[in-house]
Nanobody
Framework: QVHLEESGGGSVQTGGSLSLSCVAS????????MGWFRQRPGQEREWIAT???????ISPYSYNGRFTFSRDNAKHTFNLQMSGLEPGDTAIYYC????????????????WGQGTQVTVSS
């Protein structure tokens, strides 16, 4: 049974940093997609980044270089390091996984973590 667990959320002031980690268990190989999403208050869940089976990561935005992503297949983790946090980054951050690791449209994400809260105060 696949299980995803996020950790590392918390409350920080503007300009602060947080490191989120997602650990996946239950997969029998490295051939699955991993993703980070977030849901800001009153908004729909939005995609932040995808990591392919080969550790390649794509993201729809640069986030002005504030977000750094890394996947470690040996540890079955997908990490999100955030710096220069802004109140607009306040959200529940979710990790997701699924698919074959080579083609990763949003529809492949059938496994989700419970989410971790990130709150940035001004």
């Amino acid at each position: 049974q696949v299980h995803l667990e996020e950790s590392g959320g918390g409350s920080v002031q503007t300009g602060g940093s947080l490191s989120l980690s997602c650990v996946a268990s239950g997969f029998t190989s490295e051939d699955y997609c991993m993703g980070w999403f977030r849901q800001r208050p009153g908004q729909e869940r939005e995609w932040i980044a995808t990591a392919y089976y080969d550790d390649n990561v794509i993201s729809p935005y640069s986030y002005n270089g504030r977000f750094t992503f890394s996947r470690d297949n040996a540890k079955h983790t997908f990490n999100l390091q955030m710096s220069g946090l802004e109140p607009g980054d306040t959200a529940i951050y979710y990790c997701a996984a699924g698919g074959n690791g080579a083609v990763c449209p949003r529809a492949v994400y059938i496994h989700w973590g419970q989410g971790t809260q990130v709150t940035v105060s001004s």
